[in-house]
């Protein structure tokens, strides 16, 4: 982890937040290849769940919601996690993580008995700090879906089972939030509410199980790290019948990527109770239903750190070239092609005109179609190791047989293989490989 955190720092992929001013526990900000990486997950799973289907739309609701429906949803009474304080050192724990449930694992003091202490973070609208005025961040997005139902319904003739996509902010008071992006208080999530007949409930769910746990895979997580795992009864969420979590192998251990709940028609029928609104859903044949939802409820800034980790390779005494400068160790990011920030480097070996002119040229042409970048900084060597570093899939290098025969040289970050493609052919020979 000290590795991963380390290189997202020197690379501009995760900083501290407000770092001049000491930063703020467990809050970070995406730097310039973060924010790439960051987007591009959400982009695959856009794709994935929402372009390349016809029973899903998307949505993208407001933060702060009436505060009715943290009510509705049971979040401002249930959504609870047991607190124990430290007589001793009073530092605050989660019962739930604890090994030993007594004893503070800082200094070894008593645990005063476990308080149920709720996550919602509240704030205040409007002018005037007062309990009228009370709102509250959403812990989840999925409430913004349920509160759109018919909305959603009426405005784009979606016939169950359809379902809604959302991707956006959350925010949870954790009570010990760490592990770098794993736990924060402010995170993202990319959630899904499918809504299905009752009775084909369970095959819909074992359908999304998949449909989820392929898709890390798909996008190159390596299958020894990636898991199913059921959820106990004392572990399910109160709106949840039943529920497994997709786990990867961190270095600190399985732990969490995405819940794929079976949410039954638990959330719809709340808000139908506490808004008086119909929430019930009339099929062709005239019959009327409450539908179940299933839910897919992923990380964007977990999944990016299991991406991170899994992609990430050592390669000792180097593999470049055979040159002291690469005989150090090697870092390559090994990140899948939708995944990586930058597609491609423009690399001329010398900064001079004619070949930077020809480069910029090639960078300029690139640029429209891809995030690429140019580099004429070093040796060629290094500049290959900062790229591979950062999981850049393709150094292109101009050399001065360049400007006789029009072609440049393609160096393929996984295989090492190296093409000689015509100038003219780059954008398309590129496509080939990233489309
Ligand atoms: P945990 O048990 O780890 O607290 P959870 O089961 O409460 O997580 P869910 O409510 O299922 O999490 O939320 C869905 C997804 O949102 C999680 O799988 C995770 O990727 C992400 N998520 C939830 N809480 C956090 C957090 N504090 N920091 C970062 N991501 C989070």
């Known amino acids: 982890m000290e590795k991963i955190v380390s290189l997202a720092k020197r690379r501009g992929f995760i900083f501290p937040s407000s770092e001049i001013y000491g930063g703020l526990a467990s809050c970070y ?81 008593i645990l005063t008995e476990a308080k149920n202490f709720n996550l919602l973070f509240k704030t205040f609208m409007g ?64 959630e899904l509410e499918f809504f299905v007949k009752p009775n084909e409930a ?68 709340q808000h139908q109770k506490f808004s008086n609104q119909d929430m019930s859903y009339q099929d062709q044949d005239g019959k009327k239903y409450i539908p179940y939802v299933i839910e897919p409820s992923a990380g964007v800034d977990r999944p990016l750190l299991a991406f991170l980790v899994d992609a990430y390779e050592e390669i000792k005494g180097g593999r470049t070239t055979t040159t002291q400068a690469n ?20 690399l001329p070996l010398s900064k001079k005109e004619p070949l930077k002119k020809v480069a910029q040229s090639i960078y300029k042409d690139l640029k429209k179609y891809w995030m690429v970048q140019y580099d004429e900084v070093g040796s ?14 393709y150094c292109i290098t101009v050399d001065f047989d360049s400007l006789d025969d029009k072609k440049v040289t393609i160096r393929d970050r996984d295989t090492m293989k190296q093409d000689r493609v015509a100038i003219s052919a780059l954008v398309d020979y590129l496509k080939n490989k990233l489309d």
């Open 29 to 109: 900000d995406y730097g310039p290849l973060g924010v790439e990486l960051k987007n591009n997950i959400k982009k695959a799973w856009w794709k994935k769940v929402v372009q390349e289907r016809d029973d899903m739309v998307g949505l993208d609701a407001s933060i702060l919601m009436n505060p009715k429906v943290w009510e509705a949803s049971g979040h401002l009474k249930g959504f609870v996690d047991p607190l124990a304080e430290c007589k001793s050192c009073h530092k605050r724990f989660k019962l739930d993580g604890l090994k030993d449930k007594n004893k503070c694992s800082e200094c070894g003091g």
């Open 127 to 190: 002018p005037v700090e007062g309990d009228s005025a009370v709102i509250y961040l959403r812990p989840e997005t999925a409430q913004g879906i349920f509160v759109n139902f018919n909305n959603v319904l009426q405005s784009s003739r979606m016939k169950v089972p359809f379902g809604i996509a959302q991707i956006g902010k959350s925010f949870r008071n954790e009570i010990t939030p760490g592990n770098f992006i794993f736990r924060t208080r402010e995170f993202e999530q990319m």
């Open 202 to 269: 369970k095959k819909w769910y074992k359908y999304w199980l998949k449909q989820r746990f392929d898709w890390y895979l798909d996008l190159g997580i390596k299958k020894k790290n990636l898991r199913l795992r059921e959820h106990g009864e004392d572990e399910l969420a109160h709106y949840a019948r039943s529920c497994f979590d997709v786990e990867y192998k961190f270095p600190f251990g399985w732990s969490e990527l995405e819940g794929v709940a079976d949410r039954g028609d638990f959330d719809l029928k």
């Open 327 to 346: 005989k150090e160790q090697e870092v390559v990011l090994r990140l899948h092609k939708d995944l990586a920030p930058i597609k491609a480097a423009i």
């Open 380 to 393: 060629i060597g290094r500049r290959y190791r900062r790229q591979d570093e950062i999981g850049t899939l």
